[in-house]
C-alpha cells in the first residue's frame, strides 16, 4: 500500500524573497481496479487507505449491492491496486455494465453507472429526523478543523457522518464521490444505521452526491460549498433536507427546511 502522502522538491515564486527552492507535501493518488465476479468493472483513481470501505460503498452506491451480506467475498491486494469481490448469486454485472452511461463530474477515470432513472426508482426518505441549526454550524467548523490531511497538502476533499453536533466518522480522498463511498462503506460493513445521521461534505454537491446520500438513507446532507440545479431537483423530489454555503454562523437551506428547526 502506499503512503498517503509524499514530499517533492518544488520551486517556489514570492514577489518578496524572489525564487527558491524547497519541498512541499503532496497527497499521493492511487488507481484502484474493482473486479466483481472476476470482470474487471472500474478503475477508481483514490487516495490509497480505507480502500476495503470505498470498494464496499461504491457497490452499494451504484447498486450492485444492498447491503455488505451480499458479497461472499472481497480482497484487497494494496501492491496491485486491485479489489476482487465474489458477490452472491447471479446480479446480472455484465448487463449493468453495458448500461447507457452519463459522462459524470466525478475524479478519476471511471466512469459512474449513473443515470437519470437512479432518481426515479430511489425512495423517499422518511421525514421522522429533525436538527437544530446550531448543531449543523459545529458539525461543519469541527469537519474542517480536523481535516489534517487537506491543511497539509490542500489536495483532498473531506465526507463526515455526524450525530447530535458530534462526528463519528471522518474520511478524505482526492475524489468527492470516493470520499462519500469510504463512509458507506464503513457503515455497511460495520452495520451503523445512518437515517439518523448528518452526511456532511467540504465540497460541491452534484446530482450524483445527492442521490448516494439518499442510498445512504441519509435525511440531511450538509455542504460547505454549493449544490448544483439537479442536486437540489433531486432532494426535493427524494425528501432530501439539502444544506450548502455552511460557512461561520450561516447557511442556505435549499429543499425540506421543516427538518431544521
Do not use: W
Amino acid at each position: 500500500m502506499k503512503e498517503i502522502v509524499t514530499t517533492q522538491k518544488v520551486g517556489r515564486f514570492d514577489l518578496s524573497s524572489g525564487y527558491t527552492e524547497t519541498e512541499d507535501v503532496v497527497v499521493t493518488e492511487q488507481a484502484l481496479t474493482i473486479y466483481v465476479n472476476g470482470n474487471d468493472l472500474v478503475t477508481l483513481l483514490c487516495t490509497p487507505e480505507h480502500l476495503e470501505d470505498l470498494t464496499v460503498g461504491y457497490l452499494a452506491s451504484e447498486g450492485f449491492i444492498t447491503e455488505v451480506d451480499d458479497i461472499e467475498e472481497l480482497k484487497l491486494n494494496g501492491t496491485t491496486g486491485e479489489s476482487l469481490a465474489i458477490l452472491k448469486g447471479s446480479r446480472g454485472i455484465t448487463e449493468k455494465t453495458f448500461l447507457k452511461r452519463y459522462v459524470t463530474t466525478g475524479c478519476g477515470k471511471g466512469i459512474s453507472f449513473y443515470q437519470l432513472s437512479d432518481a426515479r426508482l430511489s425512495k423517499e426518505l422518511p421525514r421522522d429526523y429533525r436538527l437544530r441549526p446550531e448543531l449543523i454550524l459545529s458539525m461543519m467548523k469541527t469537519l474542517q478543523e480536523n481535516s489534517d490531511l487537506h491543511r497539509e497538502t490542500g489536495g483532498v476533499h473531506t465526507v463526515a457522518l455526524g450525530q447530535n453536533g458530534v462526528l463519528l466518522l471522518q474520511r478524505d480522498d482526492i475524489g468527492r464521490h470516493n470520499a462519500v463511498d469510504k463512509v458507506f462503506g464503513y457503515c455497511l460493513r460495520n452495520k451503523i444505521i445512518t437515517g439518523d445521521k448528518v452526511l456532511l461534505i467540504s465540497g460541491r454537491v452534484s446530482s450524483e452526491i445527492t442521490l448516494k446520500a439518499v442510498k445512504m438513507g441519509i435525511q440531511v446532507l450538509v455542504s460547505k460549498s454549493a449544490p448544483t440545479d439537479m442536486a437540489i431537483e433531486f432532494a426535493q423530489r427524494l425528501g432530501l433536507t439539502l444544506v450548502g454555503f455552511t460557512r461561520g454562523r450561516r447557511f442556505n437551506i435549499y429543499t425540506h427546511s421543516y427538518r431544521v428547526v
